[in-house]
């Protein structure tokens, strides 16, 4: 306890009572005492995370939790050991990440019942939307009411204050006003929008409420904790508010109490910025998150194959520094928002950025935008699917099945612990019917499904679903029986024609693979250095007599 103890000074500057310190000491205590539940002890090359939403598919007279695990079991359970559950909680908005109750299952989904029956299939992950709750909450719903329990549990800011230092996510106002019990008006802070009201952790009892989530959580049988928009934890006027050094100090809490509780449960942050504010939060690579959200990879991976170039992807895999085995990162090229922009800033000029965005924007995406400190603004989500994304409206389906799979390679040879979002395993295009049903841009990649339906289109009903379900789920197959896919193994670019992106990856026996991808849509001939190469895709044997002529879009992963 004497970290926590330490921290709990830090973060409150020596000001915490020692009866509140006792307190957090006697939760952390029952936690452990009531969990039995053994997690799996680090990560390989055996672990790729599914990330869906509770009520992704449906069926009459079932829950959508049970649709879920029955589609689980049947297709995916020898692909994905570990399933993303996107906030599964009572909500009011944000598909989820507006939540009203954390200690509740949404009853369209089920109930902790239907949780722990999933659980039995699979590792979870769920979501600790530690930043902000839903207007509609108790606690919020408390503060108007002005019951003394919830006095100071957010943030309430004179609007005269001069807060145009702070990062804006969104183009929403940062300060709501919201009318209380007695009359009176408070402005109250709201990073993501109106119905998204941050939590006050500069109150002590705000915390102490908060780890009772999270060890409920970690009692419920969580094997990952994802901390949601975790850079906007702390609020300091005068400053961005953002990556500021008590949040850092909240996340090194949650990890101490994490590992006392349930050791094995890995911490995953969620920061949509630019890579060094993102692996920060590595901390000392011991002490805050295992993992980090790997976000530059998903827009590097687009503007590779848009740009048939591998320079810029090359140069920034060059970069990483991946000589540890205590931490990894968590990658993905889809997710349940859309396409960040941010973390490209910094690595390719704004003007290639803005003419991505473009052509995007031609093919049917669509564009979210953030407020700027000098009151312009500027794009920083692409919502779109990550098919869509990379393919015209008019490919045939042949083609887009090859870039669609030549990102997934990458994705999946790619130093880290590999996700692959739902939609991505369907096939799915945009649901440009489910944006102007839900009235905002990230619907677009959030369509919920008939099991009967989506189970007919998988089977061979829809072609590009059927293709992309079988193949994708093969190329994971085969990327877990390779011990130089494990996460920690280290990463060495080779050499190559701009439009192919090289590289190999070792084992800690020895075994190796060297990974090759033509990103163009063009033939390219590559010299492979001499050795016996045998194709992981088709069990062939490579020849390196003479250079290889690479197809359009073509991928290999060569055992060596």
Sequence with gaps: MNVI????????????????????????????????HTRKQRWDEKDVVLITYADQFYQPEKNTLTCLTDFYNAGLSAVFNIVHLLPFYP???????????????????????DIAKLHRSTRLMFDYVCNHMSAQSEWFRGYLAQQPEYDDFFVSMDPGIDLSAVTRPRTSPLLTPFTLKDGSTRHIWTTFSADQIDLNFANPKVLIAM???????????????????????????GTRCLHLEKTHQLVKLFRAVTDIVAPGCVIITETNVPHQDNIAYFGNGHDEAQMVYQFPLP???????????????????????????????????????????????????????????????????LVSYKNNPDGSRSPYEINVTYMDALNRQDSQDDERIARFLLAHAILLAFPGVPAIYIQSILGSRNDNDGVKSAGHNRAINRQKYSLDDINQAIAGKNYLRHQIFHRLSQLIEVRKGHPAFHPNSPLIIHPSPQEVLAFSREAPNGKRVMALFNLSPAECPVDLPAAEYINLLTAETLSTTSPYVMQPYQFLWLNY
């Design 5 to 36: 103890n330490s921290l709990l000074s830090s973060i409150y500057n020596d000001s915490i009572d020692d009866q509140l310190t006792e307190q957090i000491h006697q939760k952390i205590i029952e936690a452990k005492n009531h969990i039995n």
């Design 91 to 113: 909500y009011s908005s944000d598909d989820g990440f507006s939540v009203i109750d954390y200690y509740q299952v949404n009853p369209i989904a089920g109930d902790w019942q």
């Design 211 to 237: 780890l009772d989530v999270l060890l409920e959580y970690l009692k419920q049988g969580a094997d990952y904790i994802r901390l949601d928009a975790v850079g906007f934890m702390w609020k300091t006027p």
């Design 299 to 365: 827009p590097l991976v687009l503007h590779a194959i848009h740009t048939g170039s591998a320079h810029t992807l090359r140069q920034w895999a060059t970069s990483l520094d991946l000589n540890t085995t205590d931490t990894t990162f968590f990658n993905f090229l889809a997710s349940h928002d859309g396409i960040g922009l941010n973390p490209l800033r910094g690595l390719l000029p704004e003007e290639e950025i803005l003419s991505l965005v473009e052509d995007l924007q031609r093919e049917g995406a």
